[in-house]
């Protein structure tokens, strides 16, 4: 469904969905099995408001992924420079040897 995930706002509606649902459709299993005198009549109905609070809250519907997080940019890694860094310190004798003849010292 999303790519990236349930985003922020989408959890706290997900979880604002099930901390409603569950204790109504508990409330209203609650009542018809009194009524009925039937403890499995409250048991079942708790149980299915259960698994529909499971069906909507569960999965990563479209929507909650309405408020994506932006991320950043991709930062280009210090080690990446290092290694081209390394390059330069294999030449440094060299380099060395070149400053000394041009500043006229014989080797």
Same mark, same amino acid.
């Not at 990236?4 to 508990?26: C, F, N, R, W």
């Given at each position: 469904?999303?790519?990236?995930?349930?985003?922020?706002?989408?959890?706290?509606?997900? $979880?604002?969905?099930?901390?409603?649902?569950?204790?109504?459709?508990? +409330?209203?299993?609650?009542?018809?099995?009194?009524?009925?005198? %039937?403890?499995?009549?409250?048991?079942?109905?708790?149980?299915?408001?259960?698994?529909?609070?499971?069906?909507?809250?569960?999965?990563?519907?479209?929507?909650? @992924?309405? @408020?994506?997080?932006?991320?950043? $940019? $991709?930062?280009?890694?210090?080690?990446?420079?290092?290694?081209? %860094?390394?390059? !330069? $310190? !294999?030449?440094?004798?060299?380099?060395?040897?070149?400053?000394?003849?041009?500043?006229?010292?014989? +080797?």
């Amino acid at each position: 469904m999303g790519k990236g995930g349930m985003d922020y706002k989408g959890q706290k509606l997900s $979880e604002q969905i099930y901390l409603v649902l569950i204790p109504a459709v508990g +409330s209203v299993a609650w009542v018809f099995g009194y009524l009925a005198q %039937d403890f499995k009549t409250t048991f079942y109905g708790w149980l299915a408001g259960l698994v529909l609070a499971m069906l909507i809250c569960v999965p990563d519907w479209p929507i909650f @992924n309405r @408020n994506p997080t932006p991320w950043l $940019e $991709e930062i280009p890694s210090a080690r990446k420079q290092t290694v081209v %860094d390394d390059d !330069d $310190e !294999d030449d440094a004798p060299a380099k060395a040897t070149k400053a000394k003849k041009k500043k006229g010292g014989k +080797s």
